[in-house]
Nanobody, 121 residues
């Protein structure tokens, strides 16, 4: 399995920026995509951004033009650069890895513990 550890959350003013990091360990070679999700109190968990092994990216409409997902393969780390932050971006952000388990012919997912992002003046 893959183990994921998020970091970089905190309190920031509207219009500010944060960069979240997700460090992966374990069966890293099995990863085919990495995702960032977020969940605000009383709200459904939302897919924010995706990056595949081929470098394709996807963003939720609510963050397009403001957030950027990237990776550093040498450090086994995925980042989420968040600019022009709004109060509605306040949530717990979770890192997620999609993995191929070849021996059992299935795709599974691993999750980090989450990191709190609060956008407030």
């Amino acid at each position: 399995q893959v183990q994921l550890v998020e970091s970089g959350g905190g309190l920031v003013q509207p219009g500010g920026s944060l960069r979240l990091s997700c460090a992966a360990s374990g069966s890293i070679s099995s990863i085919i995509a990495m995702n960032w999700y977020r969940q605000a109190p009383g709200k459904q968990r939302e897919l924010v951004a995706t990056i595949t092994t081929g470098g394709s990216t996807h963003y939720a409409d609510s963050v397009k033009g403001r957030f950027t997902i990237s990776r550093d393969n040498a450090k086994n780390t995925v980042y989420l650069q968040m600019n022009s932050l709004k109060p509605e971006d306040t949530a717990v952000y979770y890192c997620n890895a999609e993995e191929i388990r070849t021996v059992v012919a299935r795709i599974t997912q691993s999750w980090g513990q989450g990191t709190q992002v609060t956008v407030s003046s």
